[in-house]
């Protein structure tokens, strides 16, 4: 598992600097349960751009299995 895929994908990388915009936005906030909820959501688009980078090696063996059969 190479770390560079992740560091270097844009995708990972947008997500990672939505953590400015969040930090931002939550600070302004009363200490209750929307304000985790905005970092929880936060957290879960992280975690899709993650699994999706880590997924897309096994996409891209599917769609050639596909176009092979065609």
Do not use: C
């Amino acid at each position: 598992m190479s770390i560079g895929k992740y560091v270097t994908n844009p995708g990972v990388l947008g997500a990672a600097l939505g953590a400015a915009s969040t930090a931002k936005r939550t600070a302004g906030m009363r200490r209750d349960w929307r304000r985790l909820l905005v970092w929880g959501v936060w957290l879960a688009g992280l975690a899709l751009a993650v699994a999706s980078v880590a997924m897309q090696e096994q996409d891209d063996d599917f769609d050639s299995a596909r176009k092979a059969r065609k």
